[in-house]
T-cell receptor
């Protein structure tokens, strides 16, 4: 079975500080993508960052970066210079590169950026 | 690119009634997904279409649920004889290929009285 675990239900960070959200996953497959999605209150799910499992280099998108540890099946998200607009639910997810390509999501981490 | 559109945004209905939701994917996105998100949980996969063909269904999709994508464009998700446990946010997503990320709509929030 494929599972995604986000062990931090809620986190908070001061504006302009750095925060790291944790995610671990379990799959026996070897060919997959990993994602972080952001879901602001009452708004749609937005892709934050994507990592291809066969790439060792960690993905980076502006203030967002990941620490991908394939052997440990760990995929954490670091948000630098946190902004008020980063307040949202953050979901870790993965999908296989074959088949339906549907996403498996974790339960989410609610991040609050404090002014 | 106008994004994935879902209607209605909210639906309130009595237990036992039938409901239908609509999803309009991003133009030319041939892959379309339905997910269900209950309070405090991440979205869970329901079903997947490639063009008009429904290629995969989750075990969550009971026989009261049916989805269609008749011409490979918009899709509908119907729930018959709704139950309290059907209360959730129903999300639609689309993508162009297996190597591209999925884009989500705003969802339809279903409340069963």
């Amino acid at each position: 079975a494929q599972t995604v675990t986000q062990s931090q239900p809620e986190m908070s960070v001061q504006e302009a500080e750095t925060v790291t959200l944790s995610c671990t996953y379990d799959t026996s497959e070897n060919n997959y993508y990993l994602f972080w999605y952001k879901q602001p209150p009452s708004r749609q799910m937005i892709l934050v960052i994507r990592q291809e499992a066969y790439k060792q280099q960690n993905a980076t998108e502006n203030r967002f970066s990941v620490n991908f540890q394939k052997a440990a099946k760990s995929f954490s998200l670091k948000i630098s210079d946190s902004q008020l607009g980063d307040t949202a639910m953050y979901f870790c997810a993965f999908t296989f590169r074959t088949g339906a390509n549907n996403l498996f999501f974790g339960t989410g981490t609610r991040l609050t950026v404090i002014p | 690119d106008t994004g994935v559109s879902q209607n209605p945004r909210h639906k309130i209905t009595k237990r036992g009634q039938n409901v239908t939701f609509r999803c309009d994917p991003i133009s030319e996105h041939n892959r379309l997904y339905w997910y269900r998100q209950t309070l405090g949980q991440g979205p869970e996969f329901l079903t997947y279409f490639q063009n008009e063909a429904q290629l995969e269904k989750s075990r969550l999709l009971s026989d009261r649920f049916s989805a269609e994508r008749p011409k490979g464009s918009f899709s509908t998700l119907e729930i018959q004889r709704t139950e309290q446990g059907d209360s959730a946010m129903y999300l639609c997503a689309s993508s162009t290929s297996i190597n591209q990320p999925q884009h989500f709509g705003d969802g339809t929030r279903l409340s069963i009285l």
